[in-house]
């Protein structure tokens, strides 16, 4: 199948090209390498290029003709956004209506959409299923919520299908070792973690203990990249099979505070690295957890990667490469 890919450079949508190139899916990758890399890229083409430049994005769309796209091209981080909410509101909203424009103008109406466990703000139930009310307490999830209500109308318009997945905390990195999160800043738990442990940062900021969980720390649900991969495999060959619009949580069901995770990168890395305990970071909702039932149910998914310690293992040994990577350029 031609398969037309969103940021496709970056730490997740490499990780999906990687998964739907290895079983013979033509791909293009449609990214402007503001986070994402070249060398991530392991099958299929790579165009640079801005979904703002709706012209261009269009022109690249009717050329290669693809029978579905997936869109991972976003600005991701919560605390950001909450700093610069605009930058979420153009890059998320205003240039996936120029996707979607493109799209409709060209004819192709299937896409797998990335969308977050951030939709759903502090969930009243915990582990939260698809039907909870979308409550999103930073301009991320609020961004994220507005694609997904642009969706619905779309395809109550006419013939388009789409897959939302809603991701939850996605980590680690792929056990071959040539992909993984690679960005310039790391903000997210587990990468920060181990690039501490690496002396990279001087000390990891617990972002608050006196949340309403046991140890007082953030709970997420923490699903491994490739599991993620697989996830999005499923869901397209689910959305191709003509089963119509869904929205499907990903994540494993259970999850970890923001104590175990770090008292786990330090067991796997062996480094007792410097923690500190801080008041909490803009926008973080106590625990998110996922009920992931409808995405095993319908889809057959089946994790492979469902362990902490595998998770965040795989993570270091991605770390500990691009120190190499790092060192073979200098
Ligand atoms: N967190 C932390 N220290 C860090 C990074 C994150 O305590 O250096 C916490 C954060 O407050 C949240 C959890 O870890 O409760 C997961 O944050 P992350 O940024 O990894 O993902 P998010 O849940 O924001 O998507």
Sequence with gaps: MKIFVTGGAGYIGSHVVKALGSKGHEILVYDNLSTGHLWA??????????????????????????????????????????????????????????LLEAM?????CN??????????GIPETIPVSEIAPLCPINPYGVSKAMVESILKDLAKSGSFS?????????????????????YAEATHLITRSLKTAKGEYDRLSIYG????????????????????????VAALEHLM????????NCGYGHGFSVKEVVAAAK??????????????????????????????????????????ELIIRTAWEWEKRLSQMATSRK
């Excluded at 290669?64 to 509101?89: G, T």
């Excluded at 099979?241 to 499907?248: K, T």
């Design 41 to 98: 890229v392991l099958y299929g083409r790579l165009i640079q290029g801005d979904l703002s430049d709706a012209a261009f994005l269009e022109d690249t769309i009717a050329a290669f003709q693809p029978e579905a796209v997936i869109h991972f091209a976003a600005s991701i981080q919560v605390e950001e956004s909450v700093r610069e909410p605009l930058k979420y509101y153009r890059n998320n909203v205003a240039n996936t209506l120029n």
């Design 104 to 108: 409709n103008h060209c004819g192709i």
């Design 111 to 120: 896409l797998i959409y990335s969308s977050t466990a951030a939709v759903y």
């Design 162 to 182: 789409y897959i939302a997945l809603r991701y939850f905390n996605v980590a680690g990195a792929d056990p071959e070792g040539l992909i993984g999160q690679a």
């Design 209 to 232: 203990t006196d949340y309403p969980t046991p140890d007082g720390s953030c709970i997420r649900d923490y699903i491994h990249v490739n599991d993620l991969a697989d996830a999005h």
């Design 241 to 248: 099979a003509g089963n119509g619009s869904e929205i499907m």
């Design 267 to 308: 067991h796997v890395t062996g480094i007792d690295f410097t923690v500190v305990e801080t008041g909490h970071r803009a926008g973080d909702p106590p625990a998110l957890v996922a009920n992931s039932s409808r995405l095993r149910n319908k889809t057959g998914w089946t994790p492979r990667y469902d362990d902490l």
